[in-house]
C-alpha cells in the first residue's frame, strides 16, 4: 500500500514537472502578439475578402472590421516585444533579431500600419471599389513587415 | 621510380585534360541560336516574361519596400546577398549600363547567360541564377525579355563581389556541377489541360519555384524526386512550405499570388513577400495557370 502510494507521488510529482516544462515554452508576450496578429487577420479578412469578391460587399461590415484595424494599430504593443523573445532566443516564435537590432525601423512598419488603416477607416464605408483601393496599401504594410521581420515557416 | 614519376605526370595531365574537357563552358544549340534571331521581338510580352520570371526579386535594389512602385522595381542595380552553405552569393548589377551592368551585351550573349549560365567571357555563373529553370524557356520568349530589357534604366552601381571559398570559387568546376545537376527537361510530364500546361511552363520554366520549395541534395542540386516538397531555406533559417500548401484551391493559390493574402489573411512575408510584387504583375490567367499547375501536378500518381 505505502509502496502504491509512494509511486503515485512519484508519478504525480513526474507529470507536474512536465506540465511547468510545458508552461515555460509558452511565453505570455508570444502569446500576446500572435492574439494582436489574430485579430488583425480577423478583421483584415472581412476586407479582403469583399475586396476578393469571397463575400458581399457591406458597408457597415467593412466599416467597423476598417475601425477595428484603425483601433488595433493604435495599441501599445512595445511590451509584447520583450528582449530575449526572438526566434533564436527562443523557440515557438518567427520573430527575428532583426526587430530589435533595427528598432526604428520596425516602428516606422508599425506606424505605416497606422496610416494604412487610416486610409481604410475613409474608403471601405464608401464603395467596392474604394475598398479595393486601400487593401493593397493596407496588406502592403503587413507585408513590408514580415518581409524584413518575420522568418518564413 | 622515374617510371613511376612518369606515369602520375601523364595521369595528371590527363585527368586534367579530361576535367577541362568535361567542365568546358557549352554555347547554345543552333536551333535556339536560330530561333532567337528570325523571332520578331515582341517587348511587351517581354515584360510579362521578366515578371514571370522574377528577376526583380534578386536583381533591384536590396530592401526595396513590396508596395514600391514599378520603375524602382524596374532598377537592376544587384546587391542582394544570400547566405548559403557554399558561401555567400551577391546578385550582380544587370541593368542597361554599359560597363556595370549588361547593356553592351547582344542577344546571343543574353540567351546564352539565361538559358546555359555562361557569361559572354565564357565562365560559369554560379547556379544561384536559376538558368536551370530558364534552359525551358522558349528562345521566343528570351528574345521578347531582351527586347523590354532594351527600355531598363542603366544604373552605375558596382556590381559586388560573391564571397565563396575553396574549391567553389574555381567557377570551372561548375561545369562538374553542370554535368550532375543541369537537366532541362520538365518534371512534371506533359499536361494535357491548357491552362495547367501554361502553369507547368511559369513554374518550371520561368517563375523559378522549385529553387527554394524543393530540397537540395549535398552538391546543391535540386531533388527532383521530392519536387515542390518543401525545403530548408537555402538562404537563411526556416523551411519554405510544400506546394501547393494543404487545403488551399485554386482560387486561395491565385489571390495569394496577386494580394500575398493567405485564406486565413495572414500577410506574405520574407524573400516570397518579393515574389509576390512581381506575381501581382502578371496577367490574372497566368496566375490560374499557376494554381491549376501546383494542384494538377500534386494529384499526379507517383510515377
Known sequence: MIRRLALTAVVALGSMTTMSFAQQETDPNVNARKAYMGLLAY??????????????????????????????????????????????????????????????????????????????????????????????????????????????? | MR???????????????????????????????????????????????????????????????????????????????????????RAPNISMHPTQGIGAWDLTQFATAVMQGVSPEGAHYYPAFPYTTYSRATPEDIADLWAFWQSLPAVDTPSPRHGVGFPFNIRRGLGLWKILNFNADFVAPVLDEPRAARGRYLVEGLGHCGECHTPRDIAGGLDRSQWLMGAANPAGDGRIPTLPPQGWSAVDIAAYLQSGFTPSFDVVGGSMADVVANMSRIAPEDRAAIAQYLLTFRSLPNP
Not at chain 1, 44 to 59: H, K, P, S
Not at chain 2, 21 to 50: C, I, K, M, W, Y
Not at chain 2, 55 to 67: N, Q, R, V
Open chain 2, 3 to 89: 617510371k613511376l614519376a612518369g606515369l602520375a605526370l601523364v595521369t595528371a595531365v590527363l585527368g586534367a585534360a579530361l576535367f577541362w574537357a568535361l567542365t568546358r563552358p557549352a554555347s547554345l544549340p543552333v536551333e535556339t541560336l536560330a530561333a532567337l534571331q528570325n523571332h520578331p521581338a515582341d517587348p511587351a510580352n517581354g515584360e510579362a516574361v521578366f515578371w514571370a520570371a522574377g528577376c526583380a526579386s534578386c536583381h533591384a535594389e536590396p530592401g526595396l519596400e513590396t508596395t514600391a512602385p514599378t520603375e524602382e522595381r524596374l532598377r537592376l542595380t544587384g546587391g542582394h546577398a544570400f547566405d548559403t552553405p557554399f558561401g555567400t552569393f
Open chain 1, 43 to 153: 478583421n483584415i479578412g472581412v476586407l479582403g475578402g469583399m475586396a476578393q469578391g469571397r463575400m458581399d460587399y457591406d458597408a457597415a461590415a467593412a466599416s467597423t472590421a476598417a475601425s477595428n484595424i484603425h483601433a488595433l494599430s493604435m495599441v501599445d504593443t512595445s511590451r509584447m516585444w520583450a528582449d530575449g523573445t526572438d526566434n533564436q532566443s527562443m523557440e515557438g516564435t518567427r520573430a527575428l533579431p532583426a526587430i530589435w537590432e533595427n528598432a526604428a525601423d520596425f516602428d516606422a512598419r508599425i506606424a505605416a500600419m497606422a496610416s494604412g488603416a487610416e486610409a481604410m477607416v475613409a474608403a471601405a464605408g464608401t464603395d467596392l471599389a474604394s475598398l479595393q483601393g486601400a487593401i493593397g496599401g493596407l496588406g502592403g504594410a503587413c507585408g513590408a513587415c514580415h518581409q524584413s521581420f518575420r522568418q518564413p515557416e
